[in-house]
């Protein structure tokens, strides 16, 4: 059994029955104002579960917003955000994670005194029913052989015991996408994830991504339009807290106004 989502049996098989009776993600009419700037305006969004979106804008068109909106560090102005059916608009951002929603950041959040393996037996305790246990974990403890199956999904099989501050930047990126991956989640937020890569490091990327189990959905905000188009199926683009454009990843890459866009001149 893949114990990449073999948490709880039960729990998994209720989440992936209830990924076809609603869509992962919905934000109907979001916006988010700070004063009197707008940093969202009117957005309207649906996510299918399994299915992998990418947010591409300039900085500043409201993409990390986005997220906090989604993930509930923000909560928004107006609108409503509603998780495979759900409605989460004024749920903490911890409850949105016990329901299975995950998120990267793009400053690493990890423990670079402990091990990789230990970052991520941490992540996987965290979300489990035991996280408040003392217990110090033994040979056959679940999460443990958890915690090694996502070492190997993410490609860090060779530095499993390596210490985190001792990673290249590249690893600790992959590091924080094993913690993500913790506790089978349904839905996962990707924030740059390829900000600071090698083009070596990069195809690692892409091909960890395209390699995660198909019902695991996720947005992908990214600047790298090469990577967000190759690791998506469908597009979002952003601009001035407003959706500019939305399809299909070979059409958003040949939109002339996109690219005007992209080489600075759709601004105007």
């Known amino acids: 059994m893949n114990t990449l989502v073999a948490e709880a049996p039960a729990s998994v098989a209720e989440r992936l029955n209830a990924t076809g009776t609603a869509n992962a993600l919905e934000l109907r009419g979001v916006s988010k104002l700070f004063g009197a700037?707008?940093?969202l305006s009117d957005i309207t969004i649906s996510v299918a579960p399994g299915e992998r979106r990418a947010v591409l804008g300039s900085n500043g068109a409201g993409k990390?917003?986005?997220?906090?909106?989604i993930t509930?560090?923000?909560l928004p102005t107006t609108g409503t955000v509603r998780f495979f059916g759900e409605d989460v608009t004024e749920f903490a951002a911890h409850e949105r994670i016990r329901r299975g929603l995950r998120r990267t950041y793009q400053i690493s959040l990890l423990f670079t005194g402990l091990t990789v393996l230990d970052n991520i037996y941490l992540a996987c305790r965290g979300v489990s029913r035991g996280r408040f246990?003392?217990?110090?974990p033994h040979r056959n403890d679940a999460l443990m052989a958890t915690a090694e199956d996502l070492v190997r999904v993410v490609h860090l099989d060779d530095v499993k015991?390596?210490?985190?501050?001792?990673?290249?930047?590249?690893?600790?990126?992959?590091?924080?996408?094993?913690?993500?991956?913790?506790?089978?989640?349904?839905f996962i937020l990707f924030d740059e994830p390829a900000a600071g890569l090698s083009p070596t490091e990069r195809s690692e990327l892409i091909?960890?991504?395209?390699?995660?189990?198909?019902?695991?959905?996720?947005?992908?905000?990214?600047h790298d339009m090469d990577v967000a188009l190759r690791v998506s199926e469908s597009v979002t683009m952003m601009h001035n807290g407003r959706i500019f454009k939305e399809g299909k990843p070979a059409e958003i890459e040949e939109d002339p106004e996109v690219q005007a866009l992209y080489l600075g001149g759709g601004d105007e």
């Open 133 to 136: 246990s003392f217990i110090r």
């Open 207 to 222: 091909e960890i991504l395209t390699g995660l189990p198909g019902h695991m959905g996720y947005i992908i905000i990214e």
């Open 161 to 186: 015991d390596t210490i985190v501050a001792n990673l290249s930047y590249g690893q600790q990126r992959q590091l924080e996408i094993a913690m993500a991956l913790s506790g089978a989640p349904r």
């Open 72 to 74: 509930g560090d923000f």
């Open 37 to 39: 700037l707008a940093a």
């Open 64 to 69: 990390t917003t986005l997220f906090n909106c």
